[in-house]
T-cell receptor, first 113, second 115 residues
């Protein structure tokens, strides 16, 4: 298995633009997590899905952020409009039930200028 | 109650020494405590994990010690090697599988093992 696949690996965008981050979880996993990592705040859970349904989005910072999981093999995290303070590394992770181990992707480094 | 507090923020250890990283939690509902290792430019990867029914778990040079009454757990790296230099995160979650297994991470410890 190729593991959790995220794209793009790097994204540089201008403030105000829409940004879409993509994630393909490990086949057979039914939990998917989006995390944001910054030096100041560490690893923050933004949202997680179970069986494609959003279970907890309390970590989503504001309405500019939205996440979808249209099927078991694909998820997106969208920021519209983007702001410089959104600059961070965004990780997607997936896990299988009942195993609670989460496997992380390589991350997307987002820079908003 | 959802926080996991981790210390130290950074650690320098000589090759062959013991690295010790500590974490504390408040939510007694947590029942899964993993440690993740992250190298620069990579995502965190599971290193070792423990459940509260045991006080210690060892895998090779890595050991988790768990103190349920104190709500603390720690990672010990024996015979530390330069290749162990990375950022280490403790984490906690509630519920064995299902929809409640979101991980709450500590703030991370940057470990540097000097040759």
């Amino acid at each position: 298995d190729a593991g959790v696949i995220q794209s793009p690996r790097h994204e540089v965008t201008e403030m105000g633009q829409e940004v879409t981050l993509r994630c393909k979880p490990i086949s057979g996993h039914n939990s998917l997590f989006w995390y944001r990592q910054t030096m100041m705040r560490g690893l923050e859970l933004l949202i997680y899905f179970n069986n494609n349904v959003p279970i907890d989005d309390s970590g989503m910072p504001e309405d500019r952020f939205s996440a979808k999981m249209p099927n078991a093999s694909f998820s997106t995290l969208k920021i519209q409009p983007s702001e410089p303070r959104d600059s961070a590394v965004y990780f997607c992770a997936s896990g299988g039930t009942p195993n609670t181990e989460a496997f992380f992707g390589q991350g997307t480094r987002l820079t908003v200028v | 109650q959802q926080q996991v507090k981790q210390s130290p923020q950074s650690l320098i250890v000589q090759k062959g020494g013991i690295s010790i990283i500590n974490c504390a939690y408040e939510n007694t509902a947590f029942d899964y405590f993993p440690w993740y290792q992250q190298f620069p430019g990579k995502g965190p990867a599971l290193l070792i994990a423990i459940r509260p029914d045991v006080s210690e778990k060892k895998e090779g040079r890595f050991t988790i010690s768990f103190n349920k009454s104190a709500k603390q757990f720690s990672l010990h790296i024996m015979d530390s090697q330069p290749g162990d230099s990375a950022t280490y995160f403790c984490a906690a979650s509630r519920g064995y599988g299902g929809a409640t297994n979101k991980l709450i991470f500590g703030t991370g410890t940057l470990l540097a093992v000097q040759p």
